[in-house]
């Protein structure tokens, strides 16, 4: 990390269900920062849940969506920022989310991952015939993008409260370090 960075904004990012909107939210109160959560931006412009863009136009038209919004979040200030699960696994994203956020990815294993999603019906991913075997595998191939941001932080033994907390201090600690 360089000193030119400006740190205007937190970024979460990591696989679903590591609680990143909900750690999100913590955040924003905490810090009276904006929130944003970039699968809510995307289905309130597109008019769609994610799960029907998924159905209706593809995986890649998905990426396209989150390309569009990834542009915009520059101009954000004072903001913490929840992205899909796949967002964070971008090369070009997470570098230009790093131009002006705190990078934190929330990870869990799998298992712990299946726990937390496996009643929810809104992940399109996760529409498989062994869900927790895809997990295992995006995980994979997402694993050296997650590893990339600034802060790694397990969120499986932690409160949502606990994490919070762990991010808003290595915030504060990385603004004395480049402001």
């Known amino acids: 990390m360089s000193n030119t960075r400006q740190l205007h904004n937190i970024a979460l990012i990591g696989f679903m269900g590591t609680g990143k909107s909900s750690v ?26 994610i799960s029907a863009i998924f159905a209706e136009e593809g995986e890649p038209a998905f990426r396209k969506y989150e390309q569009e919004v990834v542009a915009e979040l520059s101009s954000r200030k004072k903001t913490v920022i929840s992205t899909g699960g796949g967002l964070g696994a971008n090369a070009t994203h997470l570098a230009s989310l790093k131009q002006h956020a705190l990078v934190v990815c ?20 996760l529409k498989e015939s062994d869900p927790l075997a895809k997990i295992r595998k995006l995980l994979a191939e997402r694993e050296s993008h997650y590893k990339q941001a600034d802060i790694l932080l397990n969120t499986e033994v932690r409160s949502l409260k606990e994490v919070a907390q762990q991010v808003l201090h290595q915030f504060r600690l990385a603004k004395t370090l480049y402001q």
């Open 24 to 49: 999100g939210r913590l955040l924003a109160d905490q810090l009276r920062f904006s929130f944003l959560d970039t699968d809510d931006l995307i289905e309130s412009r597109s008019g769609k849940t």
């Open 106 to 125: 929330l990870w869990a294993s799998p298992d712990k991952i299946w726990e937390r999603v496996r009643s929810q019906t809104h992940r399109p991913l």
